[in-house]
């Protein structure tokens, strides 16, 4: 049966790695690690020390004051990313998207940066809080606010399920189009989680690398918390070719699939389903896919049981597949993970690069796998995955094509 094409014809970002998709890409590209020391405006004893922060960000300069009141830092990174997104897509600002376009974004945490501010505020200076404090904090300020922006009239709401948010929110968007609910979608990620008190929660949970993040390495010892925000312009092939937009490529698959289990342990049997899930969706076999964009966070469980999904899925290929994880040059931005690495993905596909994996040192035999360590490589993709997969054992998986 012949479905409805959904092509991607715009891209932004704003992440540790500087503003916009060129500045993401490439440090992804060239292995250029934009994970520094911590800065946050309040400490709490950190032990951790580092993180993916963009740093020198005046949101001023690219957000009118009006708007910028109801803005927690996340929205902000969302509205920026999505000002580039639509501007690549072919629209002028004052272009209105109208009723048969959907707003769709993705967050773990929603106004971390807001919350702490208020919190604060109220227990330890006695200050009166942000009136707009609510409309700034809620998940779904970055989707309520882009669909304002940009007039798009249609279904608008956030997602939250942790690190899947961001590559489910897209998922979401593309069978909307897929449906015929709407005929565009603007969808991704955001997060700004990197807070005194956000930084002393994930210190808790003790996965947390004090020093550098390692995919797939031995001697791998935790993930580096990152921020920043991806926002896609996702249309029908009817509506692109109306308008003359050029692709930038293909989504050609999605897959979703809960572990049902440990709230917090990976599971394999998970992360497969939902590879499979998106191969069968996009219509391919597993030979089909030319690289991997992993979820590779760096820590011992997460990146054993994502190269024993892979197993399952690519057999014998596995060692012979680039899969490559480019957390370590951008951090880990949870919400917004997924909707970053796809801006990857789809760069990696178009330039026929697959970016490294830095910080790489010892084979780990529990991840028997091609992880392209320390430089980038040449390889020719006809199709390409990322895979995000989350606490609360959420599992999410995108397939891109050439367009």
Partial sequence: MSRKRVYITGMGAATAAGLGVPALWQAAREGQSAIGPLEVARELRHNIRIAGQLRGFDPAVHIEPDVLAFCDRFTQLAIVAGDEALAQAGFAR????????????????GGGETIEIGIHNAYVTGQRLDPWSVPRLMPNGAASQLSARHGARGPSFAVASACASGTQAIGLGAHFIRAGIVDRAIVGGAEACITASGMKGWEALRVLSPNACRPFSKDRNGMVLGEGAAIFVLESEESARARGAAPLAELCGYGT??????????????????????????????????????????????????????????????????????????????????????????????????????????????????????????????????????FGGINAVLIVGQA
């Fill in 94 to 109: 004052a272009d209105r998207q109208g009723e048969r376009t959907a707003t769709i974004v993705g967050t773990g945490v």
């Fill in 257 to 390: 699939s809960s572990d049902a289990g440990d709230i917090v342990r990976p599971d394999a049997g998970g992360a497969a389903s939902a590879m499979r899930q998106a191969l069968q969706d996009a219509g391919l076999e597993p030979e089909a896919i030319d690289y991997v964009n992993a979820h590779g966070t760096g820590t011992l469980a997460n990146d054993a049981t994502e190269a024993a999904a892979l197993a399952a899925i690519f057999g014998e290929r596995l060692p012979h597949l680039p899969v490559s994880s480019t957390k370590p040059v951008h951090g880990h931005a949870l919400g917004a993970a997924g909707a970053i690495e796809l801006a990857i993905t789809v760069m990696a596909l178009r330039e026929g690069v697959a970016p490294p994996t830095l910080n790489w040192t010892t084979p780990d035999p529990r991840c028997d796998l091609d992880c392209v360590p320390g430089q980038k490589r040449a390889v020719t993709m006809r199709h390409a995955m990322t895979n995000s997969f989350a």
